[in-house]
T-cell receptor, first 113, second 112 residues
Framework: GAGVSQTPSNKVTEKGKYVELRCDPI?????LYWYRQSLGQGPEFLIY????????DSGLPNDRFFAVRPEGSVSTLKIQRTERGDSAVYLC???????????FGPGTRLTVL | KQEVTQIPAALSVPEGENLVLNCSFT??????LQWFRQDPGKGLTSLLL?????REQTSGRLNASLDKSSGRSTLYIAASQPGDSATYLC???????????FGAGTRLTVKP
């Protein structure tokens, strides 16, 4: 079956703009995670959804970052007033339940000029 | 706060060698530990998942061990091949939340 997909694969924007990053999890996976990976580092946790609700958003760096999952499937990560420091690869993962093996998408590379 | 460290940061070996990648973590209260492979510009591919009650997992030429009490895991790769060249990441999931913590990875190069 299809794996986790993310769109767009690359996004270039200007400082101050608003961006949306999309994640389509594996069908039937109730848990969804967002991570951010900077060059040469491991991914850093941002937010975790169980179903439609954000069960843990402790990793979001500030209130410019927001994520939704209105129907318990597709999720959108939204970044307002982007800054150059937001440039990174944003990874999405899903799993059957919150504690099981996570399967990752290819990521969205965000570049803020 | 859980800290995950991977040593070495980079490793280069000739084809055919057996090798070991190391991962250490500071808080032994983990739910599971997962090893991933990441190719340049790509997402993460899950290699092995070890539950906290397990000591090791094997898949083909890969074997991962877990010593929770000492906060260590190793990934053993037998008979390495050039196609094994990638960055290998370990990640631990804590018991009471979903904040999975990653190491910075070991960048492996297998020379033909």
């Amino acid at each position: 079956g299809a794996g986790v997909s993310q769109t767009p694969s690359n996004k270039v924007t200007e400082k101050g703009k608003y961006v949306e990053l999309r994640c389509d999890p594996i069908s039937g996976h109730t848990a969804l995670y967002w991570y951010r990976q900077s060059l040469g580092q491991g991914p850093e946790f941002l937010i975790y959804f169980q179903g439609t609700g954000a069960a843990d958003d402790s990793g979001l760096p500030n209130d410019r970052f927001f994520a939704v999952r209105p129907e318990g499937s597709v999720s959108t990560l939204k970044i307002q007033r982007t800054e150059r420091g937001d440039s990174a690869v944003y990874l999405c993962a899903s799993s059957l339940v919150g504690d099981n093996e996570q399967f990752f998408g290819p990521g969205t590379r965000l570049t803020v000029l | 706060k859980q800290e995950v460290t991977q040593i070495p940061a980079a490793l280069s070996v000739p084809e055919g060698e057996n090798l070991v990648l190391n991962c250490s973590f500071t808080d032994s209260a983990i739910y599971n530990l997962q090893w991933f492979r990441q190719d340049p510009g790509k997402g993460l591919t899950s290699l092995l998942l070890i539950q906290s009650s397990q000591r090791e997992q094997t898949s083909g030429r890969l074997n991962a061990s877990l010593d929770k009490s000492s906060g260590r895991s190793t990934l053993y790769i037998a008979a390495s091949q050039p196609g094994d060249s990638a960055t290998y990441l370990c990640a631990v999931s804590p018991v009471n939340n979903n904040d999975m913590r990653f190491g910075a990875g070991t960048r492996l190069t297998v020379k033909p």
